[in-house]
């Protein structure tokens, strides 16, 4: 699940350059860079989303105060997959979940 609060991105008013995820499973914390370009687009989407520290960074289509589903997840994967020109048969969440995108 994508839990990641606007808090964990956001430091005084700026991307942070590096952030932490808990993992779901595990609970450990992944330490992770964020690359300009990442915040960059992060921003502009923090912009458009508004919200609070304590808002998730990707809520739910439906209840915009829970965190985005798996199913939505999903579904976006999908998307990204396919707008890059690969099968969206052969890449999934569960494909891709020990690569450092998914995990942020």
């Known amino acids: 699940m994508v839990k ?3 808090g964990d991105l956001v430091s005084g008013g700026r991307i942070r350059a590096r952030a932490i995820v808990v993992q779901h499973k595990t609970k450990r914390p992944v330490h992770f ?3 300009e370009a990442a915040r ?3 921003l502009a989407w923090l912009k458009r ?3 609070t520290v304590d ?3 990707f809520p739910s289509r439906i209840d915009h105060a829970m965190h ?3 199913r939505q997840y999903a579904r976006l994967v999908d998307e ?3 707008a890059i020109g690969l099968r ?3 890449y999934g969440t569960h494909s891709l979940r020990r690569t450092m995108a998914s995990i942020i």
Do not use: F, N, P
Request: hydrophobic share 45%.
């Open 4 to 6: 990641v609060k606007i």
């Open 33 to 35: 860079e964020l690359m």
């Open 40 to 42: 960059a687009s992060l």
């Open 49 to 51: 989303r508004g919200g």
């Open 55 to 57: 808002d998730y960074a």
């Open 68 to 70: 985005i589903s798996m």
């Open 80 to 82: 990204w997959v396919t």
């Open 88 to 90: 969206k048969e052969d």
